[in-house]
């Protein structure tokens, strides 16, 4: 009795310690296994498909053998050149900043497009222009596939259409439906069809040399979303509309329709052409400077 006595304060000790260790467990984010402090995806109460699913692609990617990969001391120096662009009087600065941003304010996402067609040549350099953008390590990971074969964009139109109506129906949710509701848009993308051009722009997750190496491309989603929002001012610059189409769960289907290699995946979706003699766009308001930004 005297022993019993003696160790009971012991194992309530032990006990409370257990159960402390056990209560912070549960609290603690989940890690993916083999992968220290690597949480996993979000559980099902806080999934945003806007954000974890756009345009998901699972295809594999993995580092594989060391060999197949090119090292940064392999490639050859670049020499560096003077650099001394065009400079503006301040006068003629602020005039030009006024007409760009004239042109610009101009700019709106338009469903209906027109099917007149629109000179190659000139998406030619609308692509030209986007791929001045600027990107990681001068990696340049960006793909556009230009589509204009009917047979083609229909089977594109065919596969948006199939995942928008679930997206809508069931992986969007009631409050991106409702949010979506004052803009009149559902799953059924007659401008697939209609459109002059699809543009399909694709991050390369990684680069292939000639050689077969493969070439790490750094930060390839921000550099290909930079060259985006060049394309589009671009568009504006010459007279062409779109509507930014990032399409739910169809990037895997898309790109093998189209051929693409599996470093690709799809990061957007633009048809292309002359606004339609009756098209409309909701009547929106930008935010003034004072909302967008901040001066310390």
Request: hydrophobic content about 40%.
């Amino acid at each position: 009795m005297a022993l019993l006595s003696v160790l009971t304060p012991v194992l309530a000790l032990v006990l409370c310690m257990v159960a402390g260790f056990l209560f912070l467990k549960s609290r603690a984010p989940e890690t993916s296994p083999g992968v220290a402090g690597q949480t996993k995806g979000p559980t099902k109460k806080e999934f945003r498909p806007w954000v974890d699913q756009d345009l998901q692609d699972d295809t594999e990617i993995t580092r594989g053998d060391d060999d197949e990969w090119v090292e940064n001391n392999e490639e050859e120096d670049l020499a560096h050149v003077p650099y001394s662009p065009q400079r503006y009087p301040e006068e003629a600065m602020l005039q030009r900043s006024k007409d760009f941003y004239s042109l610009m304010s101009q700019r709106r996402s338009v469903r209906f497009i027109s099917p007149e067609p629109v000179p190659r040549e000139v998406i030619d350099k609308v692509i030209l222009t986007a791929g001045t953008a600027p990107s990681g390590a001068h990696t340049e990971p960006w793909t556009f596939v230009v589509v204009s074969d009917l047979d083609t964009k229909h089977k594109i139109r065919l596969i948006v259409e199939e995942e928008e109506e679930v997206n809508y129906r069931q992986r969007m949710g009631d409050k991106w439906v409702h949010d979506l509701a004052r803009l009149r848009t559902n799953w059924i993308k007659e401008y697939l069809d209609v459109a002059p051009y699809l543009i399909l722009i694709f991050k390369q997750t990684y680069g292939i040399l000639p050689n077969g190496k493969k070439k790490t491309h750094y930060y390839n989603e921000i550099s290909v979303s930079i060259s985006c929002g060049i394309f589009l001012a671009a568009l504006q610059n010459v007279g062409l509309v779109t509507v930014t189409s990032t399409p739910l769960n169809c990037g895997p289907q898309l790109r093998l329709l189209l051929k693409r290699p599996a470093n690709e995946k799809l990061l957007m979706l633009l048809p292309v052409g002359y606004p339609a003699a009756d098209a409309t766009v909701p009547d929106l308001k930008r935010k003034n400077l004072e909302e967008i930004m901040v001066a310390i």
